[in-house]
């Protein structure tokens, strides 16, 4: 059975990693696997899920190319028994979805960190990509696709597109040039498999081109198989972004 990278139940943080600091420079706390020294560098952006932090996602690192800027992110607010969230998830609701005024705010916060971390570390918004697990995943589709001109493109690792962002999406031509991978574990309890599905039919039906990957048997986590298949999404936009 291949390794499970990010086995990630929502209030579980995932693998360890060497300490980083923590730096606080921009509008959200991060770490940071990057140089601002050499312009024009791909940023790859991670985003954690629910009740995890910012060294969730670094593990991925060792399986992508090692000339990328790699930054993770702390989501804003505290959860509740620990680790961070990026909005709180709604009780009321049997479909994963989260408070709205939460997503709004995490968003906006998303979209600063963006602009600024795009011109700290030298680059353009083409070779720049969000990669999101979960909540994070959530963040993903929220933020790229309201504001395609950020971003050359996502990943959505075992997430789901929220239904506020389907109701208030508007048709934009700038998304037509967006990369996207979407990936999830079939035998995922806690965010179906089917939302990811679901996001993908929405996304080729406004005319998009998601590259979609269902992980037979994987539960709510990313194994390595599908960060080797990440990793190779990711060389193939960038290349296309040059």
């Given at each position: 059975m291949?390794?499970?990278?990010?086995?990630?139940l929502?209030a579980?943080?995932g693998?360890a990693q060497?300490e980083?600091?923590?730096?606080?420079?921009?509008p959200l706390?991060?770490?940071?696997?990057?140089s601002t020294?050499?312009?024009?560098?791909?940023?790859v952006i991670?985003?954690?899920?629910?009740g995890?932090?910012?060294?969730?996602?670094?593990?991925?690192?060792?399986?992508?190319?090692d000339?990328?800027?790699?930054l993770?992110v702390r989501?804003?607010?505290?959860?509740r028994?620990?680790?961070?969230?990026?909005?709180t998830?709604?009780?009321?609701?049997?479909?994963?979805?989260?408070?709205?005024?939460?997503?709004?705010?995490?968003?906006?916060l998303?979209?600063?960190?963006i602009?600024?971390?795009?011109r700290?570390?030298?680059?353009?918004?083409?070779?720049?990509?969000?990669?999101?697990?979960?909540?994070?995943?959530?963040?993903?589709?929220?933020?790229?696709?309201?504001?395609?001109?950020?971003v050359g493109?996502?990943?959505?690792?075992s997430?789901?597109?929220l239904?506020?962002?389907k109701?208030?999406?508007k048709p934009?031509?700038?998304r037509?040039?967006?990369?996207?991978f979407?990936?999830?574990?079939t035998a995922?309890?806690?965010?179906?498999?089917?939302g990811?599905?679901?996001?993908?039919?929405?996304?080729?039906?406004?005319?998009?081109?998601p590259q979609y990957h269902a992980?037979?048997?994987?539960?709510?986590?990313?194994?390595?198989?599908?960060?080797?298949?990440l990793?190779?999404?990711?060389?193939r936009?960038?290349?296309?972004?040059?």
């Amino acid at each position: 059975m291949l390794k499970v990278f990010a086995f990630l139940l929502f209030a579980v943080c995932g693998l360890a990693q060497a300490e980083q600091p923590l730096l606080r420079d921009l509008p959200l706390a991060y770490v940071a696997q990057a140089s601002t020294e050499v312009k024009g560098k791909p940023l790859v952006i991670f985003l954690h899920g629910y009740g995890g932090d910012e060294t969730n996602l670094l593990s991925f690192t060792s399986l992508m190319p090692d000339d990328y800027n790699y930054l993770a992110v702390r989501a804003p607010m505290n959860a509740r028994q620990e680790g961070y969230q990026w909005f709180t998830p709604r009780r009321d609701s049997a479909y994963y979805d989260g408070v709205t005024s939460d997503l709004k705010s995490s968003g906006q916060l998303l979209e600063q960190f963006i602009e600024q971390a795009t011109r700290k570390y030298q680059t353009q918004p083409s070779k720049v990509f969000l990669v999101g697990f979960s909540q994070g995943a959530m963040m993903s589709y929220e933020v790229a696709l309201r504001h395609p001109q950020l971003v050359g493109g996502f990943a959505a690792l075992s997430g789901h597109m929220l239904s506020v962002l389907k109701a208030e999406l508007k048709p934009d031509p700038a998304r037509q040039k967006l990369a996207i991978f979407i990936g999830h574990g079939t035998a995922d309890s806690l965010i179906p498999v089917q939302g990811a599905s679901d996001a993908e039919a929405y996304l080729k039906a406004q005319g998009l081109k998601p590259q979609y990957h269902a992980y037979a048997g994987l539960p709510h986590g990313v194994n390595e198989t599908e960060v080797k298949d990440l990793a190779g999404w990711l060389e193939r936009a960038v290349k296309s972004a040059r």
